[in-house]
């Protein structure tokens, strides 16, 4: 195999060749992300039918739910950088080897979830919604938490399939999984067939099954002849310290940065956007539903591209690892430039037929919408570096990077912004496009430095 990639070297770095893989890669983790942000969006659009209250609860509960699950998230998805660089050096029982260490770490998602709902209270009295939001946000926050170890492991599973070239898998196991949300939605928000009308509690049960769904689709899958023919997943389930250590060594920087990002955002939406009162809290997530719909196809490219990244480094092969980012770069600021456009101009259209008819909401919204517009092409840059750099194992860098910017300058400046100058929650959003402007910077310096390349994820010399 290495013999074979260095000959034709040209080969592999010709453009056409170069477009063909990040394609290949991507487009099945796109659509999959794709049905998620579909049906996410269905969700809260069923939600706003019960009014603006439950719709600002379910915005910020739904955010925190997944902020408190990110720690433990991004340290088992890590298993896709071990695998990736295993099935690059053909060393294909580490790749079983290292996925089953991700889905023992899982099982600490248990003790997570009762230690948050043991503090829930605490944490959404603190935020100061009103009353109404904050008892509607306790309800959908808890039922959520039951979803907390399927979701840990299916973050494992779906990190193997893309890392040995079958990203269709967990495509298909998204998209039967958001299928199933949807159908559930409608049923338990508003309680049809005979089922009782559970109203934002119904929301929250549908997506917990779906996660147990889509899970034991990827498990069920994970062990099948095949696959067990060739990787041993069957065989190498055993607890293995040294590489559960290694997963840690690398996985707890990438999880602690993804953590810390999200709940940067959290922060943002819940204790400074929401003391501006339930409108701007409404029109935060209903701007926030429309620029996943930028966004999360991106981030599917950035799965991909880690997964390109840590097979190439496995080869050797550094340069063709570096062209096929720079090809994933130009296709996702493409894509988010236009659909920031069209959200600019028709964003407040937009809000008033999908989300809410208040004319407060609709104003306020597609004002934020015009400013997430402005960083699209900045956001392109740091979800395609955070999957390169993630690929490559260099998290510990990308961690200190994520703390400074966020907590060191943007949560700083948006509190300024938003209250000591008294621009309200649109001065807090220019806040968030200053901060993904410098962020990009920040991390497109890290990957043209190409000290990258020089990470080592493992230990000791394996032996295929």
């Not at 009295?125 to 008892?135: A, F, I, L, R, Y």
């Not at 994933?328 to 008033?352: D, H, N």
């Amino acid at each position: 195999m290495f013999t074979t990639v260095h000959e034709n070297t040209s080969k592999y770095l010709s453009w056409s060749e170069a477009i063909r893989e990040v394609f290949y890669m991507s487009w099945p983790i796109v659509l999959g992300s794709l049905s998620y942000t579909v049906m996410e969006f269905c969700d809260k659009w069923m939600v706003a039918q019960l009014g603006t209250v439950p719709l600002a609860a379910v915005g910020s509960a739904g955010i925190w739910s997944y902020t408190m699950s990110t720690l433990l998230l991004g340290v088992v998805g890590c298993t896709g950088t071990f695998v990736a660089q295993s099935y690059g050096k053909e060393v294909w029982k580490d790749c079983s080897r290292y996925t089953w260490q991700g889905i023992y770490l899982s099982l600490f998602s248990i003790l997570l979830a009762g230690l948050l709902f043991i503090l829930s209270n605490l944490l959404f009295s603190g935020m100061k919604h009103s009353p109404e939001v904050t008892q509607q946000e306790l309800i959908y926050f808890r039922i959520r938490l039951l979803g907390y170890f399927p979701m840990a492991v299916g973050s494992a599973l779906a990190s193997f399939f893309p890392s040995i070239s079958k990203p269709r898998i967990p495509m298909y196991s998204a998209i039967i999984g958001n299928i199933l949300n949807l159908i559930l939605n409608y049923i338990l928000i508003f309680g049809k067939l005979g089922f009782p009308r559970l109203e934002i509690a119904g929301a929250s049960y549908a997506t917990v099954i779906s996660q147990w769904t889509q899970t034991l689709i990827l498990f069920s899958l994970f062990l099948k002849p095949g696959l067990h023919q060739k990787f041993g997943t069957r065989t190498y389930y055993h607890i293995d310290y040294r590489r559960m250590k290694e997963l840690v060594r690398i996985g707890m920087p990438a999880g602690l940065s993804m953590f810390l990002d999200i709940c940067n955002w959290s922060i943002f939406t819940s204790f400074i956007v929401g003391r501006f009162g339930d409108v701007s809290l409404a029109s935060h997530n209903v701007a926030i539903s429309f620029m996943h719909l930028c966004f999360m196809p991106a981030v599917a490219v950035s799965i991909g591209i880690s997964a390109i990244v840590g097979q190439w480094l496995g080869r050797k092969q550094i340069q063709i690892a570096k062209q096929r980012v720079y090809v994933a770069l130009a296709l996702c600021m493409g894509y988010m430039v236009t659909m920031g456009c069209i959200l600019a101009i028709s964003g407040g259209k937009l809000i008033y037929y999908i989300f809410s008819k208040d004319p407060e909401v609709v104003h306020f919204g597609h004002r934020l919408l015009i400013l997430a517009a402005l960083f699209q092409a900045f956001d392109a840059v740091n979800i395609i570096c955070l999957g390169a750099l993630r690929g490559a194992g260099d998290t510990r860098w990308v961690m200190w990077a994520m703390v400074i910017n966020a907590y060191g300058f943007f949560l700083p400046l948006a509190v300024i912004m938003g209250f000591l100058l008294g621009w309200g929650a649109f001065g807090s959003w220019i806040s968030a496009t200053i901060y993904i402007a410098v962020l990009s910077m920040t991390l497109i310096y890290r990957f043209l430095s190409e000290k990258w390349t020089k990470i080592m994820i493992f230990t000791e010399q394996t032996i295929p």
